[in-house]
């Protein structure tokens, strides 16, 4: 099961590079371009850096570890970018 997100910002790419470089210190992380993804425990993120903002897919096994993981991302994002004050809103 997943969840998808978009962050309108103009620095997508810089936030795509923060989130990977944190997370890269405790658990597996691809960064390639545009493109990221994040391994937790629990569950992964996918990320892509686009022309005015910043796309994120999670997804776990479980709605638990699906909740976990979307909150574990927004949480951190919320913290990088607190200048945006962003309303990160999974569908």
């Known amino acids: 099961m997943n969840v998808q997100t978009t962050f309108k910002t103009e620095h997508a790419k810089r ?3 923060t989130l990977c ?3 890269g210190h405790k658990v ?3 960064l ?3 493109h990221g993804r994040i391994e937790l425990p629990f569950g992964q993120c996918e990320l892509a850096a686009l022309d005015g ?5 999670v997804s776990a096994e479980t709605k638990a570890d699906l909740d976990k993981t979307a909150q574990v991302i927004a949480s951190h994002l919320e913290r990088f970018a607190f200048r945006e004050n962003p309303q990160i809103d999974w569908n």
């Open 28 to 30: 597996p992380v691809q």
């Open 21 to 23: 470089k944190h997370f």
């Open 32 to 34: 390639d371009g545009n």
């Open 15 to 17: 936030y795509l590079g």
């Open 53 to 57: 903002a910043l796309d994120m897919t």
